[in-house]
């Protein structure tokens, strides 16, 4: 009768804090943080901008068309004296000219630098499409995380108020013993210290929970009261072996890809230092129109139209020695991007190797504080039924009641270790995009 009142009490309680409050599944908060998230939003802003520059036209390699047009108008007074001797004066003379024209350019050689333009605009589209995909994945992992932490706190709160319940159904037991002279004040005053300790422990369990919902609503940009689902969609009976994470790792993690790409930039960078070595050889052709019309002179109007084509070439005989410099500096550059290309999968690695064995492990404690947790209920539901039939002390009660407290927040505590290990594990992986789809 005890535990069934205990159940009972511990359900009223949450169901009166949960009142009007809609569940939110996980799915639904990494919608709403991938819609709302700053972070995201600017990278996808990086990457639509660096799609947008990936073009053969900002790499110079189409050509450059040109029209141009102007008009001219004058009214002036002229004195003219001819070579026969003839004068002429015009008061008033005005004059009129037109000029149009259209022009193309086109580079035609420049030594490769074209070519390693367009591969390095080509690169930066690439790293702000992985620098999008890691913005993702670390919201991702965020939602995920604190979505289990909140799961996690909402089960402490519930089992802080079974705890206050079984110290309330106790005192109030030993109040109505005491009253009728079945037992000392020591007892009570002992039972109703307990009661208040773990008020104050279902109190501040119930602040922690509010506090954490405060920051994922922030995060999430969701503004409804709210409760989460106890399913995370984690599988912690999963195991990960060392050598095949390694394998998906070296395939997607994102960091190693950008550290990659920082080294191809390098390389193409040194190719396009290459380029001053070479001239520059360039074609031009236009069409002009000009016109014009006189008061005063010898012709009244004239027009001439006609093509202009011509091939130019520029070579950089000597800059101070600048592009020898910049050819040297972009090699030391190659050599650099390198090293901290390998440098980053070495630390990758090693974190790789590391979690592994943190999940691995994480998990099995885990399963065993689970284990550990159901004996402990066990044990508590016995010596309550016997406390009920008067075969059990107030002092056994309350210590199987904390062994039984105990052991359910190391249930929760290792159940979100091992569930930040996993979601770090699919993080380093680069599967975490796949695993929340």
Partial sequence: MLNKRIFIAAALLLGWSSYGQNVLTLDNALSLALEHNHDLHIAR???EQAANSATQGNAGRLPSLTASAGTNYSNQNSNLEFATGQTQDVEGAESLSQNASLGVSQVLFAGGRIQRSYQLLNSAKKAADLAQKQAME????????????ISLLQRTVATAAENFNISKERFDK???????GGSNSTDLMAAKVDMNRDKVELMEAET???SAKNSFAAFIGYQEAFTVSDQTGLNLEEHFDEEKTLEIMRAGNTALQLAGISAETARIQQQLQQATLFPTIAAQASYGLNQSQAEAGFL????????????SVQYNLFSGFQSRTQRQNA???????????????ELIENTVKNAVRAFNNAAAVAKIESDNAEVANQRMLKVNELYSLGQASSLEQRQAQLAWLAAENGKSSAQFRAVNAQIALYQLMGTLLITEK
């Fill in 208 to 210: 922690q929970l509010e």
């Fill in 174 to 180: 030993a109040q109505l013993t005491n009253e009728l």
């Fill in 138 to 149: 670390n919201t991702i992992a965020q939602v995920w995380s604190q979505y289990t932490g």
């Fill in 300 to 311: 009244s109007s004239s027009q001439q139209t006609g093509l202009n084509a011509g091939i």
């Fill in 331 to 345: 090699k030391l550059e190659v050599l650099k991007a390198e090293h901290r290309e390998a440098q980053t999968q």
């Fill in 45 to 47: 802003l990086d990457a």
